[in-house]
C-alpha cells in the first residue's frame, strides 16, 4: 500500500528530521539501470537546475531490456474518455509509476487515493500534482526492465472479461470522473463523461459478446460515488463563505 508507505515516511522524516528530498518507488518485478539514481541526481541538481527539484516528478522509460535500441522517451496523454494515448509534444500527463521518483513537498499536499485497489492510481497521483503546479518528465538515461511485463495475477486465462479487465476499467471510470468533478469542477464533464463512458462499455460488451451485467460490476466496483464528496464539501464551503459575508 503505497499510501501508508507515504504516511510512514513523512512521519520518520519529520520526527528524525532525515532531511529527504525525494522518494523513489521502484516495484519488486522492476529492475532499474546501475545508473538510475546517478541519471536522476544529474538531471534535477545540474541539467534542470534552474527549475527547483522539489517542483519534479521523474521516471524513466521501462524496457524489454537493457541491451534494447529503445532512446524514445515514453510520454503520455489522456484521452477525454481517460485511455493512454502517446505524446508527441514534449510534455507527459502521467509516470511510469513502476520505477519513478516523486518529490517529498507532492505528498505534504496530496497522497495515493486508498479507494483506488489497483490501476490508474499513478494516473490520480500526477492529475493533482499537475493541478498542484508540479512537473513531469521522462528522463531517457533512467532505463528500467520489467521482468513481469504483462503479466497479473489478476488476469484469469480463459476468461474473456477477466478480473484485470474488471478492475481497469473501474479505476479509469473513479479517476476521470473524479478529475473532471474535484480537479477541473465541472460537473457537465464529469458526467458527459458518465455518460460516453457506459455507452462506450456496453457497445463493447455487446460486440465482444461478454455479458452486460459487466457494466454495474465495474460500476460497483469503481465506488465513483465517493467523488461526490468533493462536490458537496466545496459547495458547503462555498455557503459557509456567503454566509460569513453577508
Not at 528530521?17 to 532499474?32: E, K, L, M
Not at 541491451?67 to 503520455?76: G, I, V
Not at 497521483?125 to 495475477?153: E, H, P
Amino acid at each position: 500500500n503505497r499510501k501508508d508507505l507515504v504516511d510512514k515516511l513523512l512521519l520518520l522524516n519529520e520526527n528524525n528530521r532525515f532531511g529527504i528530498s525525494h522518494v523513489a518507488f521502484v516495484d519488486d518485478d522492476i529492475i532499474i539501470s546501475s545508473k538510475w539514481f546517478e541519471s536522476a541526481s544529474k538531471f534535477l541538481y545540474e541539467d534542470n537546475a534552474r527549475i527547483p527539484a522539489e517542483n519534479h516528478i521523474i521516471y524513466g522509460p521501462i524496457v524489454s531490456s537493457f541491451d534494447a535500441d529503445n532512446e524514445l522517451l515514453q510520454l503520455y496523454r489522456l484521452t477525454f474518455l481517460g485511455h493512454f494515448n502517446a505524446s508527441f509534444d514534449g510534455m507527459t500527463s502521467c509516470v511510469n509509476i513502476q520505477a519513478a521518483i516523486f518529490p517529498l513537498a507532492l505528498f505534504r499536499k496530496e497522497n495515493f487515493d486508498p479507494n483506488i485497489m489497483f490501476g490508474y492510481e499513478d494516473v490520480d497521483l500526477c492529475n493533482r500534482a499537475i493541478y498542484q503546479g508540479f512537473i513531469l518528465d521522462c528522463v531517457i538515461s533512467m532505463k528500467a526492465v520489467d521482468t513481469l511485463c504483462g503479466i497479473s495475477s489478476l488476469a484469469e486465462g480463459g476468461v474473456q472479461f477477466s478480473a484485470l479487465n474488471l478492475q481497469i476499467e473501474s479505476a479509469r471510470l473513479y479517476v476521470t470522473f473524479k478529475k473532471y468533478l474535484c480537479i477541473e469542477k465541472s460537473k457537465f464533464k464529469a458526467y458527459y463523461f458518465f455518460v460516453i463512458f457506459f455507452l462506450h462499455l456496453i457497445a463493447h460488451l455487446v460486440k465482444t459478446r461478454n455479458s452486460i451485467a459487466n457494466a454495474f460490476l465495474i460500476y460497483k466496483k469503481s465506488k465513483v460515488w465517493l467523488t461526490l464528496k468533493c462536490s458537496s464539501h466545496e459547495t458547503r464551503n462555498r455557503n459557509s463563505n456567503i454566509r460569513g459575508q453577508s
